[in-house]
């Protein structure tokens, strides 16, 4: 079975704090991706990455940045964490061509900046 | 950008009863997928339809797919309480065919 999993299921961080999210998926997929899920808006795509040292902007990249050193491993970092990046913020994989494969999701992070 | 838009936002229905959700999106398409999320959890895959299919079944799961309407529509035959999650249709964009981008879901609730 794949599996994706994330560093915390739930995290609260203080306003202008650094945040890291963590990913670790165990297939050798290609792609990975994070993205934010807030109530009405559905799940947004932040960033995604389809190589290792590889990224690329998704629809809201602002006040993000990636990192991904490892082929299972794709970070999210919040630089100065602000209280509209309270989110869930969940974490998938899949092989090549996203579109004509399903992605993998972890279980997700709830964090909370206060 | 949204690309995909569940209807209904929410249904409530009984045990035994059939569930059907519509989803419906803007540009060409190779893929359509439908995933659901029990709450507060991650997103698990349920089916796949590429734009030259018109229908697929799995289990208690039928899919249809309408390019001509840009809509596709999930049934779930003989509902069961533990049916009850939020699902969601993904597209990819035929220009762009490594994301998905997902619609904002329909929240079913299925009574015992």
């Known amino acids: 079975d794949v599996k994706v999993t994330q560093s915390s299921r739930y995290l609260v961080k203080r306003t202008g704090e650094k945040v890291f999210l963590e990913c670790v998926q165990d297939?050798?997929?290609?792609?990975m991706f994070w993205y934010r899920q807030d109530p009405g808006l559905g799940l947004r795509l932040i960033y995604f990455?389809?190589?290792?040292?590889?990224?690329e902007k998704g629809d809201i990249p602002e006040g993000y940045s990636v990192s991904r050193e490892k082929k299972e491993r794709f970070s999210l970092i919040l630089e100065s964490a602000s209280t509209n990046q309270t989110s869930m913020y969940l974490c998938?994989?899949?092989?090549?061509?996203?579109?004509?494969?399903?992605?993998?999701f972890g279980p997700g992070t709830r964090l909370t900046v206060t | 950008s949204q690309q995909g838009e569940e209807d209904p936002q929410a249904l409530s229905i009984q045990e035994g009863e059939n569930a059907t959700m519509n989803c419906s999106y803007k540009?060409?398409?190779?893929?359509l997928q439908w995933y659901r999320q029990n709450s507060g959890r991650g997103l698990v895959h349920l089916i796949l339809?590429?734009?030259?299919?018109r229908e697929k079944h799995s289990g208690r799961l039928r899919v249809t797919l309408d390019t001509s309407k840009k809509s596709s529509s999930l049934l779930i035959t003989a509902s069961r309480a533990a049916d009850t999650a939020s699902y969601f249709c993904?597209?990819?964009?035929?220009?762009?065919?490594?994301?998905?981008?997902f619609g904002t879901g329909t929240r079913l609730q299925v009574f015992p």
């Open positions: 998938a994989s899949s092989p090549q061509l996203a579109g004509r494969y399903e992605q993998y």
């Open positions: 297939m050798d997929h290609e792609n």
């Open positions: 990455s389809y190589d290792v040292k590889m990224k």
């Open positions: 540009t060409s398409i190779n893929n």
């Open positions: 339809i590429r734009s030259n299919e």
């Open positions: 993904a597209t990819d964009d035929r220009r762009n065919t490594d994301k998905l981008i």
